[in-house]
């Protein structure tokens, strides 16, 4: 059974960066696809990148290209997602989860606001 | 990118309802499609992928059908638990769209 914990919520300010991390356990991960997701207050599901770390190649949706950098740490087991030049409309819940048949684990969110 | 439509966008039904979800994709996914249920408040969990086969603990009253371009996800008896959000979703290609979401709400 996957477990994938998020790192806590943050506060930036309009043009700073996020990196928010996603630290998997109970399973291999260098066998692992791994998608992040986000979600802004009251809206739907969108799908932003993913990164295979046993080949160290990541992927982004078109939107976040130029702003966002996916990457892993296979010694701890972490995945990160940094998004820079932030505005007010990347406030948004962010999900890690693993990239398999449809995204069968998820990480708990992390809450970014950004707000001056 | 492929475009992922979902019909409709909000339903209400009575407990015990069959009720079906729509989608539809622009172009051919063959059968790579995944539906999710999101509780308010919650984190989205996956309910059935390959277009369907239920994921593991998810019940029976689940279901999943159709190819190519359109696809049905059905509750056949609807529970209070089922209120949600549902998401399509299609994987194993990038990018891993989603659908706009289905609200299903008790009557």
């Known amino acids: 059974q996957v477990h994938l914990v998020q790192s806590g919520a943050e506060v930036k300010k309009p043009g700073s960066s996020v990196k928010v991390s996603c630290k998997a356990s109970g399973g291999t991960f260098r066998t692992y696809t791994f998608s992040w997701v986000r979600q802004a207050p009251g809206q739907g599901l969108e799908w932003m990148g993913r990164i295979i770390p046993i080949i160290d190649t990541a992927y982004y949706a078109q939107k976040f290209l130029g702003r966002v950098t996916i990457t892993a740490d296979e010694s701890t087991s972490t995945v990160y997602m940094e998004l820079s030049s932030l505005t007010s409309e990347d406030t948004a819940v962010y999900f890690c989860a693993i990239d398999n048949w449809g995204f069968d684990y998820w990480g708990q969110g992390t809450l970014v606001t950004v707000s001056s | ?107």
Not at chain 2, 22 to 45: E, F, H, M, N
């Open chain 2, 1 to 107: 990118d492929i475009q992922m439509t979902q019909s409709p966008s909000s339903l209400s039904a009575s407990v015990g309802d069959r009720i079906t979800i729509t989608c539809r994709a622009s172009l051919d996914i063959t059968k790579d499609l995944a539906w999710y249920q999101q509780k308010p408040g919650k984190v989205p969990s996956l309910l059935i992928y390959g277009a369907s086969t239920l994921h593991s603990g998810v019940p029976s009253r689940f279901s999943g059908s159709g190819s190519g371009t359109d696809f049905t996800l059905t509750i056949s008896s609807l529970q209070p638990e089922d209120v949600a959000t549902y998401y399509c979703q299609k994987y194993h290609s990038a990018p891993r769209t989603f659908g706009q979401g289905t609200k299903v709400e008790i009557k």
